[in-house]
């Protein structure tokens, strides 16, 4: 595709039986393009990645890291641009026959956007022999370390909750232990459910309880509120002492 290059990586150089790795999807984007993140925001597809792996090897998830906002006239696409990839954990059956070697390949969809959306679809391989012990693909593993860090995480060092009104969502974010002091500043909360806020508009973060309250505007639209809130908060400066950006949200919605 001229807008989106495709193509598969491991961080191992060979596959070892019975011992789990991971394979990404990289995906290089044209220079002010961007593709789209779970939820596209207020327009766009999430990419799709259909695995075609040998017999006896299972996959996982992707992993996906959290996205960026893209204003787009009055509305925001969630997503990313330049380079991303979509890792996932492979395990091969623990009977493999060592000297041989194995193909994975998988089929992506997605829709590029800049001013207008085009979609575009390309498949992509790879082949590694089957060794006794596998070897380490140094530089895929440190790529795989860097999206890593992006990939939402738990943090219980933070307790949140969520309550909503008919104007806003607003999440609690408290300190387990009082004295932390208040969570990051520039916070920005990603719904991976669409259509619960409005992506454009700017969310407001102000002191509330032992720790920090963060106001984000509901969607105009009318629509059904989920009983949980699910999605990712990001800190641009990190989260505690790991400095990892994004934290992964799954917690009760109630009314206000």
């Known amino acids: 595709s001229p807008l989106v290059d495709v193509s598969l990586i491991a961080d191992v ?54 996205p960026h906002r893209y204003p787009a006239g009055p509305l925001a696409i969630f997503g990313y641009q330049d380079t991303v990839t979509l890792w996932s954990a492979i395990t091969p059956p623990a009977q493999l026959d060592t000297g041989a070697g194995v193909t994975l390949a998988a089929g992506v969809d997605w829709l590029a956007c800049e001013e207008a959306c085009v979609p575009g679809s390309s498949s992509a391989s790879l082949t590694l022999p089957v060794e006794a012990t596998a070897r380490v693909n140094v530089e895929a593993a440190r790529a795989y370390e860097r999206t890593r860090h992006r990939v939402p ?62 106001v984000i505007p509901r969607s105009r639209m009318v629509g059904d509120i989920p009983e949980r809130l699910t999605g990712v908060l990001v800190a641009p400066t990190g989260w505690g002492p790991s400095g990892r950006p994004a934290l992964q949200v799954d917690i009760p919605l109630q009314p206000r």
């Open 153 to 214: 995480v738990a943090a219980p060092e933070w307790t949140l909750t969520a309550t909503y009104d008919r104007d806003a969502i607003e999440i609690e974010i408290d300190p387990v232990r009082p004295g932390d002091g208040p969570p990051p500043d520039n916070l920005f909360f990603y719904p991976d459910t669409p259509g619960i806020i409005e992506n454009a508009e700017p969310q407001r973060l102000e002191p509330g309880g032992s720790g920090s309250r963060l």
């Open 13 to 66: 150089q060979s596959v070892e039986p019975g011992t789990p790795f991971h394979a990404g999807i990289r995906m290089a984007i044209a220079p002010g393009w961007h593709i789209n993140w779970i939820n596209p925001g207020d327009a766009g597809l999430a990419p799709s990645i259909d695995w075609k792996l040998p017999d006896g090897f299972s996959v996982e998830p992707a992993e996906w890291p959290h």
